[in-house]
T-cell receptor, first 109, second 114 residues
Framework: GQNIDQPTEMTATEGAIVQINCTYQ??????LFWYQQHAGEAPTFLSY??LDGLEEKGRFSSFLSRSKGYSYLLLKELQMKDSASYLC??????????WGAGTKLIIKP | DAGITQSPRHKVTETGTPVTLRCHQT?????MYWYRQDPGHGLRLIHY???????DKGEVSDGYSVSRSKTEDFLLTLESATSSQTSVYFC?????????????FGPGTRLTVT
């Protein structure tokens, strides 16, 4: 079957760095997406990886290892506004996104 | 801003009644999707469309139907609403000619079936 696993909740301190991990199993693979979702709002696109390696975009970076079925989202210089859920999604061979349940990130002052 | 709106934004309805949710986009995107989001679950695909009158089922399509008679509108109908269909419904578009591109979401519709 197809499956995405990510931690349910993480806590970090303002100004610190946090890494949110995601493992995936899909029928075929067409890339790994990360989205941010604030409470009561729609998900917003953060990053896309299809090749192995690290993609950096400002304070956010995303890493992919296709051989391990593994990705992580790295958030640096955490701000209170980064408190949100982070959703990992893998695109399968039918170009459909398989979503994880999300990681709720709590930032403490 | 991908120009996606959803209506209504909130709805309370009774078990057994039909309900139609509307997704409207202004930028002529080919691919449109309907998802539901429930606590403890990831987003789950209900139906998607790859063009006018071209639709297909997703993971959780039972009890739902869709129609797309115009590029800009994608309608989701709950034929006879049940309490298990209480959820937040998101419409999304794929910003590209192919579905491999990232998806952008509308603001969501919170549906409660009593």
């Amino acid at each position: 079957g197809q499956n995405i696993d990510q931690p349910t909740e993480m806590t970090a301190t303002e100004g610190a760095i946090v890494q949110i991990n995601c493992t995936y199993q899909t029928s075929g693979f067409n890339g790994l997406f990360w989205y941010q979702q604030h409470a009561g709002e729609a998900p917003t696109f953060l990053s896309y990886n299809v090749l192995d390696g690290l993609e950096e975009k400002g304070r956010f970076s995303s890493f992919l290892s296709r051989s391990k079925g593994y990705s992580y989202l790295l958030l640096k210089e955490l701000q209170m506004k980064d408190s949100a859920s982070y959703l990992c999604a893998a695109m399968d061979s039918n170009y459909q996104l398989i979503w994880g349940a999300g990681t709720k990130l709590i930032i403490k002052p | 801003d991908a120009g996606i709106t959803q209506s209504p934004r909130h709805k309370v309805t009774e078990t057994g009644t039909p309900v139609t949710l509307r997704c409207h986009q202004t930028e002529n995107h080919r691919y449109m999707y309907w998802y539901r989001q429930d606590p403890g679950h990831g987003l789950r695909l209900i139906h998607y469309s790859y063009g006018v009158k071209d639709t297909d089922k997703g993971e959780v399509s039972d009890g739902y139907s869709v129609s797309r008679s115009k590029t800009e509108d994608f309608l989701l109908t709950l034929e006879s609403a049940t309490s298990s269909q209480t959820s937040v419904y998101f419409c999304a578009i794929s910003e590209g000619r192919d579905p491999i591109y990232e998806q952008y979401f509308g603001p969501g519709t919170r549906l409660t079936v009593t």
